[in-house]
C-alpha cells in the first residue's frame, strides 16, 4: 500500500558511501570514531554518532556518509546504514529530532497541528525534554524523541517490526537505557499531576520504511511495563516513520504505525 509522503531534508552536499573497517579506529580510540575506506580505497575517519547503532554501523558495514564542515578529527560523519537489501536506515540520534522538527514546522504531523509556539530542549523535573510548547488550545505540550533504528522479522504478523529499546547491557535484570526510562517515568509524571493542563507525548522516530509495526522491546521487560503504565496513564506514546533515498533526502510517510504490547 501506498502512502502520501513528503520531502521534509535533503543534504546540502552530496552523500559518499563508504564502509567500515574498524570501529574505534586505529588511530583514534574514541568509540565515537571509525576507520572507513570510500571511493579508490581512500581511507578517512568516520564520527558515528551511534557507536555501532547495534551492528548497523560497525566493522563491515556499507554507509552513507557526508563530510564535515570542521575536520578536526574525523573527515566525515556516518549517516545511513545502507542494509543487504538496499533499504536506508538513518543512524544518527540527533537528526530525529531535526526530522520531527521539520514536520512540525510545516504543520505534517496531526498530533500537534497550528501550535501556539515550542521551543526545542526543556528541562522539566530531572530530565531534558526535545520539545515543549503550547498547542493550538493553548494547553502545554512536552515531547520527548527517541530514534528506532532496528527491526525484526516476526513470523506472527509476516512483517518487520520496528523496536525500542536494543543495546548491550551485563544483566537483564537492568534496563538498556536508564535516562529512556528515566523519560517515560517522568512523562507519566507529569500527565498525572497536571492531568488535562498538559499534553505529554513520545516519539519513535523511526527512520526506515520497511517496517509494519512497532513494539517495545521485550527483551527489556522493565522499560516495556514503565512504556505501557505510562501509556495507560495518558502519555501519548507515537511511532513515526521517514524513508532516505539515495541521493540523500529524507520522507515524511503519512501511515499509521500500530504498536504491538504482546
Not at 35 to 59: F, M, Q, R, S, W
Not at 177 to 204: G, M, T, V, Y
Not at 229 to 234: L, S
Request: hydrophobic share 35%; aromatic share 12%.
Amino acid at each position: 500500500m501506498e502512502f502520501p509522503k513528503h520531502r521534509v531534508f535533503s543534504y546540502n552536499s552530496p552523500i559518499v558511501r563508504g564502509k567500515i573497517v574498524k570501529r574505534p579506529s586505529q588511530y583514534c580510540k574514541t568509540p565515537y570514531v571509525a576507520d572507513v575506506i570510500y571511493g579508490e580505497n581512500a581511507e578517512e575517519l568516520a564520527h558515528t554518532p551511534a557507536l555501532g547503532c547495534c551492528g548497523l554501523t560497525d566493522k563491515h558495514s556499507d554507509v552513507y556518509m557526508i563530510e564535515k564542515e570542521q575536520k578536526k578529527i574525523c573527515h566525515f560523519s556516518v549517516e545511513l546504514s545502507i542494509l543487504p537489501t538496499n533499504h536506508l536506515v538513518g543512524c544518527n540520534p540527533k537528526m530525529s529530532e531535526n526530522l520531527l522538527e521539520y514536520i512540525i514546522k510545516d504543520n505534517l504531523f496531526t498530533p500537534l497541528e497550528d501550535l501556539k509556539s515550542y521551543r526545542r530542549e526543556k528541562k522539566i523535573l530531572n530530565s531534558r525534554f526535545d520539545f515543549w510548547g503550547q498547542d493550538k488550545d493553548n494547553i502545554e505540550f512536552v515531547l520527548e524523541v527517541k530514534t528506532v533504528p532496528l527491526a525484526k522479522y516476526e513470523e506472527k504478523y509476516n512483517c518487520l517490526v520496528s523496536y525500542f529499546p536494543d543495546g548491550y547491557r551485563k544483566s537483564k535484570k537492568v534496563v538498556v537505557s536508564p535516562r529512556a526510562l528515566k523519560h517515560i517515568q517522568e512523562l507519566e509524571q507529569l500527565k498525572l499531576d497536571k492531568k488535562d493542563k498538559i499534553r505529554c507525548i513520545l516519539c519513535f522516530v523511526i527512520q526506515r520504511n520497511d517496517s509494519e509495526y512497532f513494539r517495545p522491546s521485550n527483551d527489556d521487560i522493565i522499560y516495556k511495563d514503565a512504556l505501557r503504565k505510562a501509556y495507560d496513564n495518558g502519555v501519548d506514546i507515537i511511532p513515526v516513520s521517514f524513508e532516505w533515498d539515495h541521493d540523500g533526502n529524507c520522507y515524511y510517510i503519512e501511515k499509521n504505525i500500530p504498536i504491538l504490547w504482546d
